[in-house]
């Protein structure tokens, strides 16, 4: 009974050996048991506390059920509604460039790959209007004395994350409505630094811990336009970018696939290699 007890395990662990490899192709390296990649989420929670631009109607979770059900099982679900533009989000082409595609026409290729950071806290903690500069890039590249690499998903770290959910503090209002706009005072992507990487520097997309990609004086949404009519799609009101180092990481961002959506909730998460 001994030795064919033995050569049933082994046949067992034969089987285990041949799968290993199969189940470890189909998952990416971070489903893999011997990867030491580690996941950053980088959005906000969506809620009652989700900050919306000044005009955009808020999130809203009406409870259908929620309990025991009179059959005897537990039963839980919800309805919402959101303007597309709050929160973590994405800006599709279309939303400043009519011939721009739309949320579901995307390609995977510009929302899931390698990323870099961009750090200028230093100088935006300090000034809400701040603008980041063509010199803030070219420093960086100096620093890492790498160029932005191709294809890349570019991050910028205002530091205003640290302020969400205070209107007050990360808006610089907390009225609403068309009165609002113009008492927005948060930092934001120059003009000219956003001609610089369209003509420059081919990357795959761009993000940001503030409500916009324009700054929130910007009354023409210039960076908007640069971007979103090269096919550049933009994430808003990200948050953890401290917890991201400069470069060496990938990006993993899933939009809500509304068809025809010039934006969508968003769902952000960098995969780190340790
Ligand atoms: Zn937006």
Not at 10 to 28: E, F, R, W
Not at 45 to 51: E, G, L, M, P, Q
Not at 77 to 83: L, P
Request: charged letters at 20%; proline letters at 5%.
């Amino acid at each position: 009974m001994k030795p064919i007890f033995i050569l049933f395990s082994l046949l067992i662990l034969i089987g285990c050996n041949k799968k290993a490899p199969n189940s470890q192709d189909l998952n990416s390296p971070i489903a893999s048991k011997n990867s030491k990649s580690q996941l950053i989420d980088l959005s906000h929670a969506f809620s009652d506390k989700t900050i919306y631009w000044v005009t955009a109607q808020e999130f809203h979770l009406d409870t259908v059920f929620h309990g025991e059900t009179n059959k005897g099982y537990y039963y839980s679900a919800n309805n919402f509604s959101t303007a597309e533009h709050g929160g973590t989000h994405i800006d599709a082409p279309i939303h400043f460039s009519k011939n721009g595609q739309t949320v579901d026409e995307i390609p995977l290729e510009n929302l899931i790959g390698e990323a870099i950071k961009i750090n200028v806290s230093t100088k935006s903690l300090n000034n809400p209007d701040y603008q980041i500069s063509i010199e803030d890039f070219t420093n960086w590249e100096k620093k890492e004395q790498i160029q932005i690499p191709k294809g890349s998903i570019v991050l910028l770290q205002t530091g205003f994350s640290k302020y969400y959910p205070n209107k007050l503090k990360y808006l610089g209002t907390d009225k609403r409505g068309e009165e609002a706009v113009k008492l927005l005072h948060f930092p934001g992507l120059s003009a000219e630094a956003a001609e610089w990487l369209v003509k420059n520097r081919k990357i795959h997309a761009i993000g940001i811990d503030t409500p916009s990609i324009d700054y929130g004086q910007s009354q023409y949404f210039k960076s908007h336009v640069i971007l979103l009519s090269q096919n550049i799609p933009a994430f808003e009101n990200l948050t953890n970018l401290e917890q991201v180092p400069e470069k060496g990481f990938k990006i993993i961002a899933l939009p809500m696939k509304i068809k025809g959506g010039s934006g969508a909730p968003l769902r952000i998460v960098a995969v780190l290699n340790n």
